[in-house]
């Protein structure tokens, strides 16, 4: 092949890897950006925090204990709460009033000390063995998505963001910086780091972790429910679509006043709409799949992957 076609031909392929309009893509980060939830690792930190320390680890309170004592008052709090109809107003309420179960756990957890001493290199350690034993995946697709957004591809004004309410900003970026780390050697490897230590992650954290005693132990931060999120989503900007992905109920207020809001969930063609129902019920509402159509006013769209986000995003054209 003449070196002027080869030219041509890696100069198509370079342009199809690029955004061809500015884009803000926020993405949850709990069984979005990964595959399952990942909020019981930070369980691990204080038999790390234990462990660097040389001492026994004998904790008074297990994860366990905490997760029991928030599915209590959650059943107690659906039991009162959780609509009856579809009425989409009715459905968020029943997601803003979950606030005080979320924060009463966050209370119990910062009360008990669980984290206490811990450190920032603690959650690194967390979050590295994460990745390396595959107890946290990042969903298929995650490399090229991100590669979308580093500076030499994408317009000016895109960005790419984590909104999230995991209990740990630090975690998640650890994770991710591992993520690019554990890739085979790549030209745009360094770019990922770099871009990611950048990257805005807007989640909660523990308090301290950068002390030279560690942390307080006490879980600090707004973002615990859904109507939190939305006062995170951007707001709207000319030049800019605003895309939000998302997989629970504490992402649906973004996912529906966003630009375009992508629900996913690792499922077939043929069998999401259960799913759908059972994650929004008892909203009557469908979603549309990525590839199909346009979701109509109010609904959002599914996906199966972060791959076909990025195809999606590299379809959109200048309006």
């Not at 580093?150 to 984590?162: E, V, Y």
């Amino acid at each position: 092949m003449p070196l002027q076609k080869i030219a041509s031909t890696l100069a198509k392929m370079t342009a199809q890897r690029k955004l061809a309009r500015p884009v803000h893509l926020i993405l949850d980060w709990d069984g979005t950006l990964t595959a399952k939830d990942t909020l019981s690792i930070l369980g691990h930190l204080p038999e790390v925090r234990d462990k660097r320390l040389g001492r026994n680890h004998q904790p008074a309170h297990s994860w366990d204990d905490f997760a029991e004592a928030y599915m209590r008052d959650y059943t107690k709090q659906k039991q009162a709460h959780f609509p009856a109809t579809s009425d989409r107003q009715a459905y968020s309420n029943w997601l803003a009033s979950l606030r005080d179960v979320e924060y009463a756990s966050a209370k119990r957890i910062s009360d008990t000390g669980y984290f206490r001493g811990v450190t920032a290199a603690d959650v690194a350690n967390v979050a590295q063995n994460a990745i390396d034993t595959g107890e946290v995946q990042l969903r298929n697709g995650w490399q090229h998505l991100f590669e979308l957004f580093l500076p030499s591809d994408a317009p000016t004004s895109s960005k790419l963001s984590i909104l999230s309410v995991n209990f740990s900003q630090t975690f998640i970026r650890g994770c991710i910086r591992h993520a690019v780390q554990s890739l085979h050697a790549s030209g745009k490897q360094r770019q990922l780091i770099d871009y990611i230590e950048k990257m805005d992650v807007k989640a909660n954290e523990i308090e301290g972790l950068d002390l030279s005693e560690g942390s307080t132990g006490k879980l600090v931060g707004e973002i615990r429910t859904a109507p939190d999120k939305l006062r995170h989503l951007p707001a709207p900007m000319d030049e800019r679509v605003v895309v939000y992905v998302g997989d629970s109920p504490t992402d649906y207020e973004c996912l529906r006043r966003a630009d375009v809001g992508i629900w996913i969930c690792d499922c077939a063609e043929d069998e999401y709409r259960q799913p759908f129902s059972e994650t929004f019920k008892p909203l009557d509402c469908e979603a549309t799949p990525l590839r199909k159509g346009s979701a109509s006013d109010g609904q959002f769209y599914w996906t199966r992957s972060l791959g076909e986000v990025a195809e999606y995003l590299q379809a959109l054209k200048e309006s």
